[in-house]
């Protein structure tokens, strides 16, 4: 079998990951929610110990890329306070396996935004930034009462991409999030553009349609954020402009431990004519919006991690 074949089936990374989620899940489906902190706490130790190289060549990536930003010390701090977050928010996710959920403090703001799109009667695509973990959002929004879909790629949660990971790690990664949709629509590994007549019919159902805007280092298109161009990826914009749908901008932030507030923004509104012109022009204040965010919270970002592949230097 071809190199190439081998490692779309299997990947090594799947058996750390897989791994990780299986401990997690057994540890959460007996543990009461009053050890939430604790448990917490063990793995941000655990996770301090068997990622500090990780740690260490993030926080040389943010160095690197954002000199004018970020000196050695700060990136170094920046990365350990993001791995820190991400233990809650993994602890969260086993939580999320069960019925009984997480048991947090969840805030939404600017929901009035989002009831003025949908009283259009178009629906409204909810176009959200990767701060802290994209299950807070969709569950705000559902918790809120509104007919929720959302995009997602075909290995959402796997980080290798492969199909054994799609079929354990991706399945126990969509689980916790699976319970606040309507429906999923998946990007099919091919492209089939199908899936864009299905989010269309979805928003003509007045459905609230939320897709991802950051992280695609293959995005053609590039906004000025963090003293950088950024890539961003321009769907979100194109939906709206072809079903003629509110284009509205979304990021969680981190208040306290265990709590968590949800923004929904206003809506985007650009002059232009053409779908292009209008990704563009939303694509800007995509990144002027997530610039102005994470002045705030950094930590809270999940692009640090890989910012040497999704930024482009002047």
Known sequence: MPPDRR?????????????????????ASFLPHAADPAAVSAVNKAWRRMRAVEVREAADRI?????ERFDLAGAQTLAAQWMERRAELYWGRMRGLYPSDWRIRLDLTGREH??????GGRGAVVWFSSC?????????????????????????????GSRFGRATIGRLHRHGEDRYLRERVVIPKRKDPSYI??????????????????????????????????????????????????????????????????????????????????????????GRRLDYRLRDNS?????????DRLAVRP
């Open 7 to 27: 490692r779309n089936l299997f990947a090594r990374a799947d058996v750390g990951h897989l791994a990780g989620k299986l401990a997690g899940g057994t540890l």
């Open 63 to 67: 160095e690197q890329t954002l000199p």
């Open 114 to 119: 989002l009831d003025q799109a949908l009283a």
């Open 132 to 160: 802290c973990d994209s299950s807070l959002l969709l569950r705000a929004i559902a918790e809120a009462g509104i007919p929720l879909a959302h995009l997602s790629m075909a290995a959402h949660g796997v980080p290798s």
């Open 197 to 286: 007549k299905r989010l269309r019919e979805l928003l003509a159902a007045n459905h609230a349609v939320t897709i991802r805007g950051d992280l695609m280092a293959d995005s053609r298109y590039l906004a000025d954020c963090l003293g950088v161009r950024l890539h961003i990826a321009g769907g979100a914009p194109s939906v709206a402009f072809q079903s003629r749908a509110p284009l509205l901008t979304a990021q969680a932030e981190r208040v306290a431990p265990f709590h968590y507030r949800i923004v929904i923004q206003e809506g985007i509104s650009a002059s232009a004519d053409s779908r292009r012109d209008f990704i563009e022009e939303a694509v800007a204040e995509f």
């Open 299 to 307: 930590p809270d970002w999940d692009g640090w991690w890989a910012i």
